[in-house]
């Protein structure tokens, strides 16, 4: 783009959506960027996948979620998600990754302005210029690594997608908590036999209330193998090394699912000069505004919660990007 637009948004989620949505609704020149697909990590999702929420809860742009189901499920959401896109006639960049964000430039009217660098899945690269950037990137393209030998190999997966390919395999999925849980239950269901490994002593708390039954019914029937304080040592061809107390032990392993979770670019807001909080990764920003220590760069959705994945969700990450419009609008007219 020659032209500096108002503002760009990363990501093109719920939360990026409905940013783009308030942008559309001040008169804001303004592009979505993605690198993958609309809603791309829900895209992402467990085919079979049913939301933890109800449908309202999920609802941008006042348009409402319909659904005969109390629950919604992946395939509806992206429905939905495609018509909110196309009644505001928002521009997403499709295929378009975000390589760098650099602030510093200044127009000749003394206004600042950033250079977000992209490069498109056929290998272009471009710059886009803005007065404002609001990264709203999630987390569920960084899977967290368990950092064994092994990991890498092609047997080994960090996203679940359906049960079918594995029926009659030997299966070891590792993780405690729902993403984990979910793919146990439904590769077991498909036909698969299934070893779930976990650090801790039982199944994490935040297991939700009907899929803890089902999984724990399940291990107690000796349907699912589960090994608890254990940890994975190494990943070779067609098994898994584990460590369970004090001894090695060898698990015949025709694919292994690593559930442990993902967290945001932290590559990505270093160099563009946002301070994280330690561990966590969470972007230094203002609550109010969502404005981060770097004047004109904004974060919303769950990007702004770092690895602490359960403190952001579409139903409060939705609203991040009125306020991120409400506080650049002033300063678009000054």
């Not at 189901?69 to 896109?85: D, F, G």
């Not at 709203?136 to 899977?143: E, N, T």
């Not at 395999?169 to 908590?177: A, E």
């Not at 199944?203 to 994975?232: H, T």
Request: include cysteine; aromatic fraction near 8%.
């Amino acid at each position: 783009m020659d032209r500096i637009l108002d503002l760009i948004i990363v990501g093109a989620g719920p939360s990026g959506l409905a940013a783009a949505i308030a942008a559309e609704k001040a008169g804001l020149s303004y592009a979505v960027v993605e690198k993958g697909t609309l809603v791309n990590s829900i895209f992402n999702f467990p085919r079979n996948m049913v939301f933890f929420t109800t449908p309202e809860l999920l609802e941008i742009g006042g348009l409402p979620f319909t659904t005969p189901y109390e629950k919604p499920t992946r395939w509806e959401a992206l429905r939905y998600y495609r018509r909110v896109a196309d009644a505001y006639k928002i521009p997403v960049l499709f295929e378009e990754e975000v390589l760098s964000i650099r602030s510093g430039k200044t127009d000749a009217d003394g206004c600042q302005w950033f250079e977000t660098a992209t490069r498109l899945l056929r290998g272009i690269q471009r710059t886009h210029r803005s007065r404002f950037v609001l990264l709203a990137s999630g987390y569920y393209d960084h899977p967290n690594l368990i950092g064994v030998p092994g990991e890498h190999l092609p047997h080994v997966h960090h996203y679940y997608s359906e049960p079918h390919a594995y029926y009659r395999k030997k299966i070891v999925v590792v993780g405690g908590k729902n993403s984990a849980a979910i793919a146990a239950l439904e590769l077991f269901r498909g036909g698969s036999t299934v070893t779930l490994i976990h650090r801790g002593s039982r199944l994490s708390d935040s297991v939700k209330y009907w899929i803890r039954p089902d999984i724990e019914n399940r291990i107690k029937e000796g349907s699912i193998r589960a090994l608890f304080e254990a940890r994975v040592a190494r990943i070779v061809a067609g098994s898994v090394v584990v460590e369970t107390g004090g001894q090695l032990m060898d698990l015949p392993a025709e694919a292994v699912f690593l559930m442990t979770g993902y967290h945001p670019d932290a590559r990505l807001m270093s160099e563009a000069g946002i301070r994280t909080s330690g561990e966590t990764m969470a972007p230094e920003h203002d609550p109010g505004t969502m404005e981060t220590n770097v004047p004109g760069l904004f974060v919303a959705g769950s990007v702004v919660s770092g690895r602490d994945t359960n403190r952001t969700f579409i139903e409060n990450g939705r609203f991040h990007g009125e306020a991120v419009i409400k506080a650049i609008l002033p300063r678009l007219k000054s």
